[in-house]
């Protein structure tokens, strides 16, 4: 059974840091892109940031490029996003995702295959 399963959550102030972290089991996603998409009450799951395999590419949402940093530790099969100066339109339910692509990145949803269940993440003003 393959499974996502993200950490790292919480609540947290405007300008605070949280370190998200996904982990999979089941099966290796080493050569495959992996993405981070959130999901806001009453708004579409929308994308946040993905990596190519290698680590080599990645590609972020306007909306978090310069605050956010995803990367993975393919021996571990885990991958982070590291998020700085958070805002409250930050808030939602934070989602790893991996997909079939093998090359490049992607910030379509539907190119992603295998979704974990999500960790809340809410920021205060």
Known sequence: ???LVESGGGLVQAGDSLRLSCSAS????TSNTMGWFRQAPGKEREFVAT?????????YADSVKGRFTISRDNAKNTVSLQMNSLE????????CAASR???GTTSEVAEYHYWGQGTQ???SS
Request: positive net charge.
């Open 1 to 3: 059974q393959v499974q």
């Open 26 to 29: 089941g099966r290796t996603f």
């Open 51 to 59: 990596i190519s395999w290698s680590g080599g590419r990645t590609y």
């Open 88 to 95: 409250p339109e930050d808030t939602a339910v934070y989602y």
């Open 101 to 103: 692509i093998k090359a």
């Open 121 to 123: 993440v809410t920021v």
